[in-house]
């Protein structure tokens, strides 16, 4: 991972000696929020994992890196209070955090050719911001576990 033009969060999540890391905390936090979910969300989850070993890997080391650049503005804010740290304010924003990694996935979604990828990610969407608050002490735990 380059870390150069980036801003104070991706420069320590990004390079080389953290994202791997990164990577696989994340793999491991949607792995343990989809086993929360129901039956068939669970089994779709573990059918695509089976047909697509790679598929969240990939799509996490996508997706990971625009997903810290939306967090820089968390970050800052966080930053520039010395009584709050990057954890709680993640937890203190939960909505509007929700709402600005879903923004990336939007943006994702609507650049793949795929429509299968396409129609599921619209199934999913609606309630999509839900999901992400509940997940949201996971990923502000996973975002903040190697910011300074």
Known sequence: ???????????????DSVFPQLLEDSK???ASEVEKKNMALRTGFNMVK?????????????????????LEPFYASAEADPNTQFRDHLLN??????????????????GVDNRVVKSGYQRLR???QREVVAAMPGIAAVMSKYAE
């Not at 991972?1 to 390079?15: F, V």
């Open 93 to 110: 924003h939960q909505t509007e955090v929700a709402d600005t990694l879903l923004e990336v996935a939007d943006r994702r979604v609507a």
């Open 28 to 30: 491991s936090l949607v």
């Open 50 to 70: 089976k047909a697509k070993p790679n598929l969240i890997d990939n799509a996490m080391r996508t997706l990971l890196p625009e997903f810290v650049g939306a």
């Open 126 to 128: 609606g309630r999509a």
């Open 1 to 15: 991972m380059s870390e150069s033009n980036q801003g104070p969060l991706a420069q320590q999540l990004l390079k």
